[in-house]
């Protein structure tokens, strides 16, 4: 019996993964020229300073970019995303400290006048998940 | 009999305290939520219904009474709030309505006319759901789209200014939105450099006769000050800090100096952050002075600040200065009635009295050395000041403004006068009771050059007719009456401020 019961938990246990992939399919460009950079972070004390992961991608011809982030554990996140039109590597902004360039977040969340809470754009991460984004 | 009871029971409770609303009303409920869409019959107020199936107008060969200038050649552009009612909802203030831009079109074959919305991003959205989905001046609607910044509630509604061949719409609290001059095609907001892109600029340049245009944007305590030349494109621009924030609707241009007006009038932003609207906001410190600022024009530096007893302000007419002396003439409105909202009574439709205290030219007169300023009022019931193009920001004698002779509690003006400033005189032209008079401009004679040698030209609505015109009148002759009147067969929203080309 015992024998059968071991192989058992392991197969239910195995169920809890600790690796999981979050692709990000980014639409609504305002133009096809430069990057996307995105940021990804997992709590709110570190929410649009520190972020957990980051990755760049160049836009395609289509207009369209897929960002993929590995080996996350089951958890929860929240991500902004940035078209980096010239591809300076930041979100430029004008006089009034207003971002001059498109910008989104996760869960379609958004602030006013300014990024919205960590908990506005929280999502639960359990397992492989493809998300898409507008920036419209 | 019991069925009467209750109902009256009801009705003198109200709605809300039997938990009887759905998400609409709840909404309207809120003190700054939109207003149930109920116009009221006052022939007056028609045209403030807007525009409620934001379609766009077109008419050619408009009928002429009298006969039209040989001379007069070009196009009146007007702009104005010409969207004010979606979904069963109207907004409750007048500035909140998407922009309508006017085209009359004064040509060798007749006159013709276009009025079509400004395809803002806002507008767009909100025409193909049939609804209002984003946040206004002066009614909270939450936000069913993302609002990143200014530009996303433009509404583009505020007056019209052609510089470098190009047509702009504007809107103090964002981008200009550029519009092609023949067909009125909505083109996209206009970015004068890549660190101004978004930056609010204001519905009240300013072009002086060698054709550079001045304008402001303000945001908080924040100026940016834009010089544009006769191409069309930014010379130069400043940021500066004001002494505090304020308000800003309008400036003034002299020779040497650019001249604004500070009222004690801030936003508070936590309010606006909590749900508030920009009206709702905003707070009038009784106790503080308003502020004159004066910017040298060839540093763009602050030169000096000096006080007034407060006022709200929003129009200027002209300024010119001597080196020592600054005279500017401004309209003082007032902020009981704007801030409390009677200002927007009639916006309903209905005929309401007692529009507050009338808004009245004041003459400034300031002492650059010694700091001491004075200012003369007139009492007439007026607005929507301009002088002769020709002489902005120099030494002007004529004002023309449309103003109120008769009894103070109509909504709308029903005169058009020009103020001689050296003889204190008037001459005056009254359209009569059941016409309602807006902004009128000079327009130069071609080839002439005494300042005032030129027509009159603006438009009106006729309620016993229920039809918009625009007059035409001898600059130099306005009570003898208009020299004609284009008629169009139908209304169109009242608005705030026009351009001639």
């Known amino acids: ?136 | 009999m019991l069925a009467r009871r209750q109902f009256l029971i009801r009705s003198s409770l109200g709605a809300a305290s039997f938990g009887l609303l759905d998400a609409a009303q709840a909404q309207s409920a809120s003190p700054e939520g939109p207003l149930p869409a109920r116009f009221g019959q006052a022939p007056l107020l028609q045209p403030l219904r807007g525009y409620v199936d934001g379609l766009d107008r077109v008419s050619e060969g408009l009928r002429v009474r009298g006969r039209l200038p040989a001379g007069l050649r070009g196009t009146l552009y007007r702009n104005g709030p010409g969207m004010l009612e979606r979904g069963g909802q109207r907004y409750r203030h007048w500035f909140d309505g998407d922009g309508l831009v006017q085209a009359w079109s004064f040509g060798a074959q007749g006159v013709s006319h276009q009025a079509r919305f400004v395809q803002t991003r806002k507008f767009q959205a909100e025409q193909a759901a049939g609804a209002f989905l984003l946040p206004a001046f002066g009614t909270v609607i939450p936000p069913q789209l993302p609002v990143r910044g200014p530009d996303d509630m433009n509404t583009a509604n505020t007056s019209v200014v052609v510089q470098g061949g190009r047509l702009y719409a504007l809107w103090e609290g964002g981008s200009a939105t550029e519009l092609d001059p023949a067909t009125l095609r909505t083109l996209g907001p206009r970015t004068w450099a890549p660190e101004l892109k978004g930056v609010p600029f204001s519905a009240h340049p300013k072009k002086e006769p060698d054709g550079t245009l001045w304008n402001f944007g303000s945001f908080g305590k924040h100026l940016v000050l834009y010089q544009i030349g006769v191409d069309g494109e930014l010379k130069r621009h400043q940021v500066l800090n004001l002494p505090t924030g304020a308000m800003l609707h309008d400036f003034a241009v002299s020779q040497r100096y650019i001249a604004l007006l500070l009222p004690p009038l801030s936003l508070d932003m936590a309010a606006a952050r909590s749900g508030r609207s920009m009206v709702g906001a905003m707070r009038w410190d009784a106790r503080q002075p308003m502020r004159l600022v004066v910017i040298d024009k060839a540093t763009l530096q602050l030169q000096r600040t000096m006080e007034l007893p407060p006022a709200l302000v929003f129009h200027f007419g002209n300024a010119w200065d001597d080196g020592d002396q600054l005279q500017l003439d401004y309209v003082e409105s007032d902020i009981e009635s704007f801030l409390d909202g009677s200002f927007n009574a009639a916006l309903g439709g209905e005929q309401v009295d007692g529009q507050g205290k009338p808004s009245q030219l004041r003459l400034l007169r300031a002492d650059l050395r010694s700091g001491k300023v004075s200012v003369e009022g007139r009492r007439e019931s007026m607005e929507f000041p301009v002088v002769d193009p020709r002489v902005v920001a120099r030494r002007h004698r004529y004002l023309y403004h449309p103003l109120q002779t008769g009894p103070q509690d109509r909504w709308s003006f029903n005169a058009i006068q020009r103020l001689d400033l050296e003889r204190g005189q008037v001459d005056r032209y009254d359209f009569g009771a059941h016409v309602a008079v807006e902004e009128h401009l000079l327009v130069p004679k071609p080839g002439s050059r005494r300042e005032g040698e030129g027509w009159l030209v603006g438009t009106g609505f006729d309620a016993q007719r229920q039809r918009s015109f625009a007059a035409v009148f001898d600059a130099e002759a306005i009570s003898a009456g208009p020299l004609a009147l284009v008629d169009l067969p139908y209304w169109v929203p009242f608005g705030f401020h026009s351009h001639f080309v």
């Open chain 1, 1 to 136: 019996m015992k024998q059968v019961l071991v192989p058992l938990v392991a197969l239910l246990l195995s169920g809890v993964s600790a690796a999981a992939t979050l692709e990000i399919e980014v639409e609504g460009l305002p133009s096809r020229e430069g990057q996307m950079l995105v940021a990804v972070y997992d709590k709110a004390e570190t929410w649009m300073k520190k972020p957990l992961r980051a990755n760049r991608a160049v836009v395609s011809a289509e207009g369209l970019v897929k960002l993929r982030f590995e080996d996350l554990p089951d958890g929860d996140y929240a991500y902004a995303v940035i078209h980096d039109a010239n591809n300076n590597g930041k979100l430029d902004m004008n006089v009034m400290g207003i971002p001059t360039e498109a910008y989104a977040f996760s869960n379609k969340a958004s602030g006013s006048f300014g990024p919205p809470k960590f908990e506005a754009a929280r999502f639960s991460l359990q397992g492989d998940a493809q998300q898409r984004v507008s920036l419209k």
